[in-house]
């Protein structure tokens, strides 16, 4: 299965993308970005691939992406509706001398990491919330929003890693295989 390169679109005025995208712009193929992701998938339930990590999404449902890390969310049924808030960032934005601070010691942990995770109760909700309300938040209030959530779950045990230190440059698939992946997915 190929990787796509996604390019993420900023708008002018911001520094990081935060918007819901719904079916058919819920769609994707299997893809991955620069920009570090994260995502509450607000409606419809499919396939989750994150890595090599492979399980099944459901409303309310949000995952943290590192950079570079393909990923693939896909509908159960063509006639479901998918929709996801998504926020993509690069670590750039954030400054290597503020990260390099004690106090953002945790944040820079997490952003160092190559990691896929889901998150899982207590967080899960407030960080789908926050996600939410950054949608439609502007100027500092976004900042803020962004470093809040990334504080929450830096600190935070509530999540699951699914993948980590994965390579689609390493992985080597038999293109019979790799036909009757694309298929399947098709």
Known sequence: MKTLIQKVLVEENHSFACRTYRTPN????????????????????????????????????VYF???NLPHWF?????????????????????????????????????LQKDEGIALDKKLQSETGQLLKSLEFSENFNRMLLLFTILNRIS??????????????????????IEKIIDYSFK
Do not use: C
């Open 155 to 176: 600190t935070s045990k509530e999540f699951r890693v699914l993948t980590q230190n994965f390579s689609s440059n390493n992985i080597t698939i038999n293109p019979a």
């Open 74 to 110: 896909k509908k159960n049924h063509h006639k479901i509706t998918g929709s996801a808030v998504v926020l993509q960032f690069r670590k750039e934005i954030l400054g290597y001398d503020l990260l390099q601070t004690p106090e953002m010691r945790n944040i820079n942990a997490l």
């Open 26 to 61: 819920f769609e994707t193929n299997w893809h991955k970005h620069e920009e570090v992701e994260l995502i509450v998938i607000t409606e419809g339930y499919g396939t989750v691939m994150i890595g090599e990590y492979v399980g099944e999404y459901k409303s309310g449902d």
């Open 65 to 67: 992406i590192a950079a």
